[in-house]
């Protein structure tokens, strides 16, 4: 299996493009102080525990667990808008959350925004359509957005 072996995994499709582009039209919706906040670190929107995000978390939960081959229990969700000038550095997730994805909703772009993710082979650039979800290892993936230029 691919994940046991890397460390990760790509879903395609695992939102339909049209639930993708709805989501995404959510999380631009303009921000509320009680819903959102500012991380300054990488310059970006951020909704933690949003009601839709849990939504999608728990929708999306039986698919990660056929790409993993774990039960799982759902921890929380994390809805993270970039926009230009965005970065998010090299990092590893918190050990608690042991299996993490991040889920690209819709980009305002010419293209993707590339992840990278360190594995035994080196760093392998992944590029996620609206819809696609990355799927990883905590405590062994790390993983790396390359900065966006500002328009």
């Known amino acids: 299996?691919?994940?046991r072996r890397e460390q990760y995994s790509v879903v395609r499709c695992a939102l339909s493009p049209e639930t993708a582009a709805l989501v995404h039209r959510y999380a631009n919706l303009p921000e509320t102080e009680d819903q959102t906040f500012?991380?300054?670190e990488t310059e970006s929107w951020n909704r933690y525990g949003d009601p839709l995000g849990d939504?999608?978390?728990l929708q999306l939960q039986k698919i990660v667990e056929e790409h993993t081959q774990y039960n799982l229990l759902p921890t929380y969700?994390?809805?993270r808008n970039y926009g230009p000038g965005s970065v998010l550095k090299k990092h590893s997730d918190r050990p608690s959350c042991e299996v993490s994805a991040t889920l690209c909703l819709g980009y305002v772009a010419p293209g993707?925004?590339?992840f990278f993710v360190e594995s035994r082979d080196g760093d392998t650039a992944v590029q996620l359509k609206p819809g696609d979800m990355l799927v990883y290892m905590c405590g062994a993936t790390i993983k790396v957005r390359i900065q966006r230029q500002s328009r």
Request: aromatic share 26%; no cysteine; charged share 0%.
């Open 1 to 3: 299996m691919i994940f």
């Open 38 to 40: 500012w991380h300054a």
């Open 55 to 57: 939504s999608i978390l």
């Open 77 to 79: 969700s994390y809805l």
């Open 112 to 114: 993707p925004w590339p």
